[in-house]
């Protein structure tokens, strides 16, 4: 007699999709957002008795309501949208830069530091062309020093880079002490109030249209020099494989520090665009926390730079509309967070079905 037994079989399994047409994904996508925002409905119904289409409502008008509030998303969609531009390169090349968060905060101080010392004594433009270079150097240097110990130690990138930030912290909290005005303040202030040295020029009526633009350069040409250059050609290859790239000739070495060294320039001049372009001064919290939310803009763009401007532009609303929504609605601000958190967690769920698919099981198999 022959004895059967019956292959036991998951119920379902999943398995990896093959290249999806990009509408496809982008469908997936959209329908992730839809669903996202009946969760929040009804979550919002329960726990405030609010009505959902107000609160949404309340969200748009926070982010576009007025002239102004349209000039400062586009403000903060453009400093959120250059760190992440600053830490694309580094991801694509699996080099995980957490210090982007550090690296602003260095740029803003060496920006604050040619305002503070040479603001007045010599003429605006060069001072202005002064902060440039030390921002981006300051910027460059202090992704450096994690780039070199990787390259020559291998050391863990990732820990090294996200304790840089607690340095560059300390050291700008030791400056705004140094620099602080008036004395006992604990704050420097508005630098340089009564004779703008060092101010970004503003064009016409708009404050912020300056670091608009210079942006919108920085996007276009880090998209061009990922996709079209030798340098992000190997950038692509020392991420696929360490190993496949040596082969092929590339030295990753200097592939690694080149690349940091790029990363921590683009994160000087957002310091630069936010202390001379926006603030004018320089505290602690100056970048914000832009380090950490770039890495989630770079990662939902598939480090395309021209696809960060919407990521940027929808974790920027998300951030308008629900400070609006703790404020018109008397809301503990943490509700306005649930909300963003749902959101957020069904777009980058969505990444899940746009890459794999779930496959029930059909029949059962025999085996003799």
Same mark, same amino acid.
């Given at each position: 007699?022959?004895?059967?037994?019956?292959?036991?079989?998951?119920?379902?399994?999943?398995?990896?999709?093959?290249?999806?047409?990009?509408?496809? $994904?982008?469908?997936?996508?959209?329908?992730?957002?839809?669903?996202?925002?009946?969760?929040?409905?009804?979550?919002?119904?329960?726990?405030?008795?609010?009505?959902?289409?107000?609160?949404?409502?309340?969200?748009?008008?926070?982010?576009?309501?007025?002239?102004?509030?349209?000039?400062?998303?586009?403000?903060?969609?453009?400093?959120?949208?250059?760190?992440?531009?600053?830490?694309?390169?580094?991801?694509?090349?699996? %080099? #995980?830069?957490?210090?982007?968060?550090?690296?602003?905060?260095?740029? @803003?101080?060496?920006?604050?530091?040619?305002?503070?010392?040479?603001?007045?004594? /010599?003429?605006?433009?060069?001072?202005?062309?002064?902060?440039?270079?030390?921002?981006?150097? $300051?910027?460059?240097? #202090?992704?450096? &020093?994690?780039?070199?110990?990787?390259?020559? !130690?291998?050391?863990?990138?990732?820990?090294?880079?996200?304790?840089?930030?607690?340095?560059?912290?300390?050291?700008?909290?030791?400056?705004?002490?140094?620099?602080?005005?008036?004395?006992?303040?604990?704050?420097?202030?508005?630098?340089?109030?009564?004779? +703008?040295?060092?101010? !970004?020029?503003?064009?016409?009526?708009?404050?912020?249209?300056?670091? /608009? &633009?210079?942006?919108?350069?920085?996007?276009?040409?880090?998209?061009?020099?990922?996709?079209?250059?030798? +340098?992000?050609?190997?950038?692509?290859?020392?991420?696929?494989?360490?190993?496949? $790239?040596?082969?092929? @000739?590339?030295?990753?070495?200097?592939?690694?520090?080149?690349?940091?060294?790029?990363?921590?320039?683009?994160?000087?001049?957002?310091?630069?665009?936010?202390?001379?372009?926006?603030?004018?001064?320089?505290?602690?919290?100056?970048?914000?926390?832009?380090?950490?939310?770039?890495?989630?803009?770079?990662?939902?763009?598939?480090?395309?730079?021209?696809?960060? /401007?919407?990521?940027?532009?929808?974790?920027?609303?998300?951030?308008?509309?629900?400070?609006?929504?703790?404020?018109?609605?008397?809301?503990?601000?943490? %509700?306005?967070?649930?909300?963003?958190?749902?959101?957020?967690?069904?777009?980058?769920?969505?990444?899940? %079905?746009?890459?794999?698919?779930?496959?029930?099981?059909?029949?059962?198999?025999?085996?003799?």
């Amino acid at each position: 007699m022959r004895n059967k037994q019956k292959a036991h079989e998951p119920l379902f399994h999943i398995a990896k999709r093959d290249a999806l047409p990009w509408y496809q $994904a982008w469908l997936i996508r959209i329908g992730a957002i839809v669903l996202a925002l009946i969760v929040c409905a009804f979550l919002t119904m329960f726990l405030t008795h609010e009505n959902p289409i107000s609160v949404y409502a309340t969200m748009i008008k926070g982010a576009f309501g007025t002239s102004r509030r349209v000039w400062n998303l586009l403000q903060s969609l453009a400093m959120l949208l250059c760190v992440s531009l600053a830490v694309t390169p580094a991801f694509k090349m699996r %080099f #995980w830069n957490i210090g982007a968060e550090g690296q602003v905060l260095i740029g @803003g101080l060496a920006t604050a530091a040619c305002m503070i010392l040479l603001g007045g004594k /010599i003429p605006n433009a060069l001072l202005i062309l002064t902060m440039i270079i030390a921002s981006m150097l $300051a910027g460059a240097i #202090w992704a450096l &020093i994690p780039a070199v110990f990787k390259a020559r !130690f291998n050391t863990n990138e990732t820990l090294f880079t996200l304790m840089m930030n607690y340095v560059g912290i300390q050291l700008v909290s030791y400056f705004v002490m140094l620099w602080e005005s008036p004395k006992g303040s604990g704050k420097i202030g508005i630098i340089n109030a009564s004779n +703008h040295a060092g101010w !970004f020029p503003v064009l016409g009526d708009y404050d912020y249209l300056l670091n /608009i &633009i210079i942006v919108l350069v920085m996007t276009i040409m880090m998209y061009v020099y990922l996709k079209y250059s030798k +340098h992000g050609y190997e950038i692509s290859v020392v991420g696929e494989s360490e190993n496949t $790239a040596r082969y092929i @000739g590339i030295n990753v070495k200097k592939v690694i520090i080149r690349t940091m060294l790029l990363s921590g320039a683009i994160c000087g001049i957002a310091g630069l665009l936010l202390v001379a372009g926006t603030n004018h001064t320089i505290t602690t919290t100056t970048a914000n926390n832009r380090g950490f939310t770039a890495i989630m803009v770079a990662w939902l763009a598939k480090f395309n730079p021209i696809v960060m /401007i919407l990521t940027s532009f929808l974790l920027v609303f998300l951030e308008k509309g629900a400070n609006e929504i703790s404020t018109v609605f008397n809301l503990n601000h943490s %509700f306005a967070d649930i909300l963003t958190g749902i959101i957020l967690f069904f777009i980058i769920g969505s990444e899940f %079905f746009v890459n794999y698919q779930i496959k029930f099981r059909s029949s059962h198999k025999e085996v003799k």
